[in-house]
């Protein structure tokens, strides 16, 4: 099929962009197009007028201050793999992103696509989460900061409003004694949608003992997630090989996947196990307090 004609709106700042869509909110932004151009391809979206970001400089920058790291919405997936301040203070991002489609689509594809898309597979979204990352959106009405475990509704659903752009994605600062590990299960090795991934991130302090814990999971329920009862199992019973055990079942109970051309329900459900245990494991290893 091909392209169907549309009309293309090349803002080139972003307070001409907010205009523009708050005259007519309908208008769909484009970013990377690596969704958004399959879709209408494929006649799964209809739009009459796109909204290009191509040409906002100011969406693409990466800035770190004393608080937070901050990442412009229209940041390349590989320009997150080659920013050392996301390297030091979101390194499970960049490990995510490591494994991204394929270099091709990761110089296109952007970080604030990826999320604003929603799919249940979005690949950065379980690090953002385990990141405890917030999502910043403007209009003309104002900004508005949305912790990003909120952003997602449901499948290609947001909090985002219709005249609203993602700018940005705020992360806090990492802190000492952070450790964290990522796997993607995908059926190939590269260009591959995750059947499942999953994030893990704790802090552990000067005793090796676990302070905080997140576990964030992709592609196993309508929308990526933080697993909060196998989190607390960490932080109730410490960084230890059993207790990895357990966050690992109490991850997979709280998925609720669906059967697809990429795998069925109960697979998802005893990989998501198997990831997650391995992704402990490997925290453990790191600085787990051995108990
Ligand atoms: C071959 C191939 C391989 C892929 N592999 C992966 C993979 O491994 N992992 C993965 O997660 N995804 C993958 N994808 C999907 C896609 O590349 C990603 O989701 C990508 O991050 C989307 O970003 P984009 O900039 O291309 O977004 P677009 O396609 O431009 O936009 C996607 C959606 O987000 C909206 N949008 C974009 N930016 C904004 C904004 N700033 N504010 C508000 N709305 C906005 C658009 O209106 C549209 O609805 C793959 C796609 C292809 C074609």
Not at 6 to 19: C, K, M, N, Y
Not at 157 to 162: E, I, L, N, V, W
């Amino acid at each position: 099929m091909t392209l169907p004609a549309f009309e293309l709106v090349q803002p080139r700042s972003l307070r001409d962009a907010i205009d523009a869509l708050a005259a007519a909110p309908g208008m769909e932004p484009i970013a990377g197009g690596t969704s958004l151009l399959v879709d209408l391809r494929g006649a799964r979206v209809k739009a009459e007028t796109l909204l290009d970001l191509g040409r906002i400089d100011e969406l693409r920058g990466i800035t770190i201050d004393s608080h937070e790291l901050v990442i412009g919405a229209m940041a390349t997936i590989a320009d997150v793999l080659k920013n050392p301040a996301v390297a030091e203070h979101a390194p499970l991002l960049v490990e995510a992103c490591r494994l991204f489609a394929s270099p091709l689509v990761r110089n296109r594809a952007t970080i604030g696509g990826n999320l604003a898309y929603a799919s249940p597979a979005a690949d950065a979204a379980p690090p953002l989460l385990a990141l405890d990352a917030v999502v910043e959106l403007r209009s003309v009405r104002g900004r508005r900061q949305v912790a990003l475990a909120e952003f997602f509704k449901g499948v290609r659903k947001t909090a985002r409003k219709p005249d609203e752009l993602l700018v940005g994605i705020h992360i806090p600062r990492a802190v000492p004694g952070t450790l964290s590990a990522y796997r993607k299960l995908g059926l190939r090795k590269a260009d591959s949608i995750s059947v499942a991934s999953v994030a893990t991130r704790v802090v552990v302090d000067m005793a090796g003992r676990c302070q905080a814990a997140r576990i964030a999971l992709g592609a196993v329920a309508p929308v990526p997630l933080r697993v909060a009862k196998a989190e607390a199992a960490l932080t109730r019973h410490g960084l230890t090989v059993e207790a990895a055990a357990d966050a690992a079942k109490l991850a997979a109970e709280a998925t609720s996947p669906i059967d697809d051309v990429r795998g069925t329900a109960a697979y998802r459900r005893r990989v998501t196990e198997t990831l997650v245990k391995r992704a402990l494991l490997e925290l453990v290893e790191k600085g787990g307090d051995g108990r």
